[in-house]
């Protein structure tokens, strides 16, 4: 009878002592679940401070103003002042400012596609360097001395973007960068000068001379454009970060670069670099 409950025992440990062996070979099953990402998507808003470094290039401001004075003259034909560059392509200003974003995301897990509209309002003008040029040339059988100086001078009260963004969440941080359509709000004035002598005397052709009325003759041909209120267009690009605090409430840091089409002759550009808050509706 002992040997037959023994036998009982056995068979009724032995089940368990297999499956307790399969679970060392099998390892620990920890239960997996869906991932988890900070949620981005749907509309949100903020504001944001900013910072603003201007390059402008004036070079070719006075080109057409010159050109225009001089139109049909055999100064403007052989000796090309309008050519002549009297206004610099490397002029900055700074400015600070504020303004607002407001935007729309769509989520795929950890990839976030979205298009922002980016406003910021800082004032600022840029005023360029002027080097006056002078040279003596003959044209058409008249000995010229050639005098050009300019000035020309840029502001900015308004600028912002309209753009796309591609981002990829990692954990409370949203990495971006962006592209878009950009417009600012601004007024330019440029002034351009040509004055000299032309001597077309057969005998004495020098420069300077005393001007006579005839052969020794003075000459002034000024020229000036400007507007107020024009709208600058162009196109943006830049990246940054936004970092969700709450589910609702996050923060960010970018860069943008705008450049805009040339208005009169005159290349603007504006870097900026700026830091703000939002919430996510």
């Known amino acids: 009878m ?16 297999a499956a307790a062996d399969l679970d060392v070979l099998r390892g620990s099953q920890i239960p997996v679940g869906p991932a988890r990402f900070t949620r981005w998507e749907g509309f949100y808003a903020g504001g944001q401070f900013n910072f603003s470094s201007s390059n402008v290039d004036f070079s070719k401001a006075t080109q057409p103003l010159i050109a225009d004075s001089l139109q049909q003259t055999a100064l403007l034909n052989v000796i090309h002042p309008d050519l ?10 700074t400015a600070t400012g504020f303004g607002g974003f407001a935007g729309y995301n769509t989520q795929w897990q950890d990839l976030v596609l979205g298009v922002e509209a ?3 309002h800082a004032p600022f003008t840029t005023v360029a360097t002027g080097t006056p040029v002078s040279r003596v040339a003959s044209a058409g059988g008249s000995l010229y001395s050639v005098n050009v100086t300019g000035t020309g001078s840029l502001s900015m009260t308004d600028f912002g973007s309209l753009r796309g963004r591609v981002g990829y969440v990692f954990g409370n941080f949203l990495p971006y960068g962006f592209a878009g359509f950009a417009m600012g709000l601004g007024s330019y004035s440029i002034t351009a000068d040509v004055s000299g002598q ?3 005397s057969s ?25 107020t209120s024009n709208l600058f267009y162009g196109f943006a690009v830049g990246g940054g970060f936004d970092w969700a605090l709450t589910q609702n409430i996050f923060v960010r840091g970018e860069y943008e670069f705008l450049q805009f089409a040339p208005v009169a002759n005159i290349l603007a550009k ?11 509706f």
Do not use: E, H
Not at 84 to 93: A, E
Not at 215 to 224: K, R, V
């Open 270 to 280: 504006i870097s900026s670099a700026r830091v703000g808050a939002g919430f996510k």
């Open 118 to 120: 980016n406003y910021i």
């Open 198 to 200: 032309q001597n077309s």
């Open 203 to 227: 005998s004495n052709q020098v420069v300077p001379c005393t001007p006579n009325g005839t052969t020794c003759i003075n000459y002034d041909f000024p020229s000036s454009t400007g507007k």
């Open 84 to 93: 002549f560059i009297t206004l610099g392509n490397n002029n900055n200003s």
């Open 2 to 17: 002992r040997w037959v409950l023994r036998a009982v025992f056995l068979i009724a440990l032995a089940p368990s002592a």
